[in-house]
């Protein structure tokens, strides 16, 4: 089992979109059974100005309002059908089904956002058994029912604990680099207190920040390892399953 973090501007690519699920194919063929999170940023912010919505940011994160919450539900759920329909044998959820994500407020700046919980394992594992992929939005309720948007990254990390799964960020790089101007020196694998002090000294700087930090925070709520590996290349995911591609972080 593999759950797959999708996310960015990747997605409003057509070309770019069809590689990457050919690719989550190609897994699901090997008896990967992925679960594939999706975010949606493009696609929301879209939402939000077509229904009058100026977008606010604080620390990095969307401040979400009872009148955004709706728009940003409406793009993740329509992106996630249209995913789960180019994928093929796939269901495209948010956390309101079966109460499938449940997420908590943490911030009263951010309004209607939230921070993961706990996930309900048995509708997942129900579809996997019978061969259909999981696609997931960020979308979780509270203990009410109610929708909070949620960041993918954390998303893709309470499920990849709660299905002692490997969690597979995909981004715009090959991994982590030993150094950073040569693309050459991929990092295969790291244990945490290693990465931890790469960030620590500046031998990870930058953009790979967030990106290690997404994957420290996947090991920290209970994966077995997380992967970063490049969304942009062709073949890449069936290359991470038997460990050619990607930098992987184990506890």
């Known amino acids: 089992m593999w759950v797959i973090k999708y996310g960015g501007n990747a997605m409003t690519d057509a070309h770019e979109r069809a590689r990457v699920l050919a690719d989550v194919r190609t897994l699901r063929a090997a008896d990967g059974r992925p679960v594939l999170v999706h975010g949606g940023g493009p696609y929301i912010e879209a939402a939000l100005t077509a229904a009058g919505i100026a977008s606010h940011f604080v620390r990095g994160l969307r401040v979400t309002t009872p009148a955004a919450v709706a728009s940003v539900e409406q793009a993740l759920t329509l992106l996630g059908k249209r995913l789960a329909a180019e994928l093929g044998d796939a269901v495209g959820l948010t956390g309101r089904d079966a109460s499938l994500l449940i997420a908590e407020r943490f911030d009263p700046e951010l309004g209607e956002v939230g921070r993961m919980l706990r996930v309900r394992r048995e509708p997942l594992e129900a579809l996997l058994a019978h061969g259909l992929t999981p696609v997931i939005g960020c979308l979780a309720v509270d203990e009410a029912g109610a929708p909070l948007n949620v960041n993918a990254d954390d998303v893709a990390a309470a ?74 290349a062709p073949g890449e995911l069936p290359r991470v399953q038997v460990g050619q591609a990607g930098t992987r972080l184990v506890p």
């Open 159 to 232: 499920l990849a604990a709660a299905l002692a799964a490997p969690c597979v960020f995909l981004t715009n790089v090959a991994g982590v680099l030993a150094e950073p101007s040569d693309p050459g020196s991929r990092i295969a694998q790291l244990d945490a207190a290693d990465a931890r002090a790469r960030i620590a000294d500046g031998r990870i700087a930058g953009g790979m920040i967030p990106k290690v930090e997404a994957a420290l925070a996947a090991l920290a709520r209970g994966a077995p390892s997380a992967v970063i590996a490049d969304g942009r």
